[in-house]
């Protein structure tokens, strides 16, 4: 019974060459759900997977860099003939209707969506059953609704920080993960700031504090390089630690 990532993009906060933005694509046994939606990760996706063979999409929130691509994958879904034969859940916090319904210019959006996408609004503690795979929600620091999410299938655990300062939620999520996938976008950080996000010192020492099994660094901001990023956070941490990277997979367990 198999349980893996596949890093579709970690660019932040705009996409770069070869460099797609936030998209994961956890697959797990015969199930298959794509986490967070940024620009380029569409491309991505498409190498592993179609969407009409997705069992839910998950959103950890709405800044443009996690979720831009679900407008992409509306338009593959009603006018691209990848026609599907239930609406795919797609979990994300409250308001994300409203957006696309912004963008299309489409009051009626809730009914152009019903026969692609099925969408339930995240809570904290938000907790539902994908196939094998069990994901739970956490509510995170960041400046708008943000959630972190543990995937656990066949007693191996996933923990994906999506977008946060460093927090006792966070915490929590990542106890005991066999992976944590973790943000290190801030080269230093300002606790006066209103957004989240973790430096690289920030993950290793959260990666230490949960005993995960291993560590895998995203999501790196502009002023770092993701192996200088990736370096820093292994000497915090002092176990296993690697770069996420487009397009490769990570066994969990």
């Given at each position: 019974?198999s ?7 970690t660019?932040?906060p705009?996409p770069?060459p070869?460099?797609a933005?936030s ?18 990760s569409l ?5 592993h ?13 709405l ?26 859940p797609l ?5 994300l209707l ?21 969408l339930h609004?995240?809570?904290?503690g ?20 943000a ?9 191996a ?38 957004q ?9 020492a959260l990666?230490?504090?949960a005993?995960v099994g291993?560590?895998l660094v ?15 956070a292994a000497?915090?941490?002092g176990?296993?630690t ?5 397009n490769?997979t990570h066994?969990?367990?």
């Amino acid at each position: 019974m198999s349980f893996s990532v596949t890093v579709l993009g970690t660019a932040t906060p705009h996409p770069l060459p070869g460099r797609a933005c936030s998209g994961y694509l956890l697959a797990a046994g015969d199930t298959r759900v794509w986490v967070d939606a940024g620009p380029g990760s569409l491309a991505n996706l498409q190498r592993h997977t179609s969407l009409p063979q997705l069992d839910a999409i998950w959103i950890s929130h709405l800044h443009v860099d996690h979720c831009a691509d679900l407008l992409g994958a509306f338009y593959a879904l009603a006018y691209g003939g990848l026609e599907v034969t239930a609406p795919i859940p797609l979990y994300a916090p409250a308001g994300l209707l409203g957006r696309l319904a912004g963008f299309f210019d489409r009051p009626d959006m809730a009914d152009r969506l019903a026969p692609h996408l099925a969408l339930h609004e995240l809570h904290d503690g938000h907790r539902v059953t994908v196939g094998g795979l069990e994901l739970r929600a956490a509510a995170v620091r960041h400046d708008i609704e943000a959630y972190g999410l543990r995937a656990e299938y066949a007693g191996a655990a996933l923990t994906f920080s999506g977008d946060t300062g460093p927090c006792a939620a966070l915490d929590a999520l990542a106890d005991g993960a066999d992976l944590l996938l973790c943000e290190a976008e801030s080269d230093r950080w300002d606790s006066d700031a209103p957004q989240g996000h973790h430096t690289p010192e920030d993950t290793g020492a959260l990666a230490a504090r949960a005993r995960v099994g291993r560590l895998l660094v995203t999501h790196v901001g502009p002023t770092l390089t993701p192996e200088a990023a990736t370096a820093r956070a292994a000497a915090a941490f002092g176990g296993p630690t690697e770069c996420a990277r487009e397009n490769e997979t990570h066994v969990v367990r």
